[in-house]
């Protein structure tokens, strides 16, 4: 049985979410295991320290509007799902049409799918 780091609840494996604090210590950054909620507060966390910003200089935002999606995203692919915030807010507003993302797709990023944890190459199955 794992334990979530933060509020130490118990969790199945089913449940269990892997990060190393998002990859930003890099390769061999110790994982530790959370539950869903400690999670959403570990991602606050991350885009408030780390910042990470789309290539128009637009800070990213994370794509899913929905918690339990992103918790989801989380446990069962490891990944952690972000966007430009400049094209978030024009996706709200339904602005674009598919053929106007995809240009978009070349100067911003939408829906990046990072891996929150570091994975080596076996790992990933290149090797
Ligand atoms: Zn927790
Ligand atoms: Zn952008």
């Not at 799902?81 to 939408?110: A, F, R």
Request: charged share 25%; with cysteine; aromatic share 12%.
């Amino acid at each position: 049985m794992n334990s979530c780091k933060t509020c130490k609840v118990s969790l199945e494996e089913s449940a269990t979410i892997y990060t190393d604090y998002f990859q930003v210590h890099g390769e061999g950054a110790i994982v530790y295991t959370l539950c869903g909620q400690c999670y959403l507060k570990e991602v606050k966390k991350y885009l408030e320290e780390v910042k990470p910003l789309c290539a128009c200089g637009a800070p990213e935002v994370l794509y899913f509007g929905d918690d339990e999606e992103i918790i989801d995203m989380a446990i069962h692919e490891g990944l952690l799902n972000l966007t430009c915030s400049v094209i978030y807010k024009g996706m709200q507003e339904d602005k674009y049409t598919d053929e106007e993302l995809e240009e978009l797709s070349n100067h911003h990023t939408i829906d990046s799918m990072q891996y929150i944890r570091w994975y080596t190459d076996e790992e990933m199955g290149w090797v």
